[in-house]
């Protein structure tokens, strides 16, 4: 045992050892926007050094052909509080405007500094994220058993008829509930969770639709099957005459599909206990407050009644 235990630490000693070398001689290195920058747009990108490393110009290159395109300055800006012993200087190449793949090239004495490829693209944001965005949100869609449970959806504390609530998407990739808003008991700041994606998917298909442009086609595609589908569980969690049921809890540890029931909205003093008499959800629990989700879902499927070639919510 004495001897395991020389053996860890001697092998512990060592591992500091080569941590704290490889800390110290860590590299500089160039960063820049790993989605790339707007032609017409601000550009910039850090150099990320040490204390002893000095930098003053750099070249940026076409890639793969290591043209130079564009030369400037770099300028230190110094340190942050507590943040190692890093150093930082500034790279502006506004002027560079021309659509394309360059890197950044930047020397100190022996040293001389790479970057990685990056592109200069119109609507650059646009094409790069969109399609990653809408994927995802495809992916939280409520699905399998949940989704069968949900079908048949009792309330919690609650006598009320079942109804059916299947869709929606997810809240998280660790929650499995379905929230119109949470936190209502708060009087600002609600969060919008459902309605706001569906009226952002409609807007954002809206503008893309207006530019024309050919490269967005099959986002316009996506934008309006996963907005359709949103509106879809709108609709099934719309109370006939009254406002939208707010929530579908995933309780419990397990996250069983049995377990979950529609919960009332969190309105009540955090500080009631939920055994005391006043705590008992009345109809009204149930369903959000035009501040806390009721006013956008009216909204999201305003602006889809509003939409043109939307088709109809099924």
Not at 73 to 85: E, F, K, P, Q
Not at 102 to 108: G, S, T, V
Not at 215 to 220: E, I, M
Not at 225 to 248: C, I, M, N, Q, W
Request: glycine content about 8%.
């Amino acid at each position: 045992m004495i001897h395991f235990w020389k053996t860890s630490v001697f092998c512990i000693t060592i591992w500091l050892g080569v941590a704290v070398c490889s800390y110290a001689a860590e590299p500089a290195s160039i960063l820049t926007n790993h989605l790339g920058y707007e032609p017409t747009l601000a550009k910039r990108a850090v150099i990320r050094g040490g204390a002893s490393d000095h930098f003053s110009d750099f070249a940026i290159k076409s890639s793969p052909e290591g043209k130079i395109v564009f030369q400037g300055r770099a300028v230190m800006v110094g340190s942050v509080d507590h943040w190692r012993d890093w150093r930082f200087w500034t790279l502006e190449f506004d002027a560079l405007q021309t659509e394309g793949l360059y890197f950044i090239e930047c020397r100190a004495g022996e040293q001389e500094l790479r970057s990685l490829p990056f592109r200069v693209q119109k609507n650059l944001l646009e094409r790069q994220t969109l399609s990653n965005v809408v994927f995802y949100f495809k992916g939280q869609r409520c699905s399998g058993a949940l989704d069968k449970a949900d079908r048949t959806m009792t309330f919690l504390n609650s006598s009320r008829p079942a109804v059916d609530v299947h869709g929606g998407w997810y809240d998280a990739s660790g929650d499995y509930g379905k929230h119109l808003s949470h936190l209502a008991y708060s009087t600002y700041h609600n969060p919008q969770q459902i309605p706001l994606v569906i009226y952002n998917l409609l807007k954002t298909r809206e503008l893309l639709e207006k530019r024309g442009d050919d490269n967005f086609t099959q986002d316009l595609r996506r934008f309006l099957d996963e907005a359709l589908y949103g509106a879809d569980y709108l609709v099934r969690v719309k109370v006939p005459g009254r406002s939208f049921y707010e929530t579908v809890s995933n309780r419990g540890p397990a996250k069983k599909p049995e377990d979950r029931r529609i919960t009332p909205v969190n309105r009540a003093d955090p500080n009631v206990k939920p055994t005391d008499p006043s705590a008992a959800p009345t109809e009204e629990n149930f369903e959000v407050s035009y501040r806390g989700g009721g006013g956008v879902a009216v909204a999201a499927l305003a602006l889809k009644a509003a939409s043109r070639s939307v088709g109809n919510v099924r």
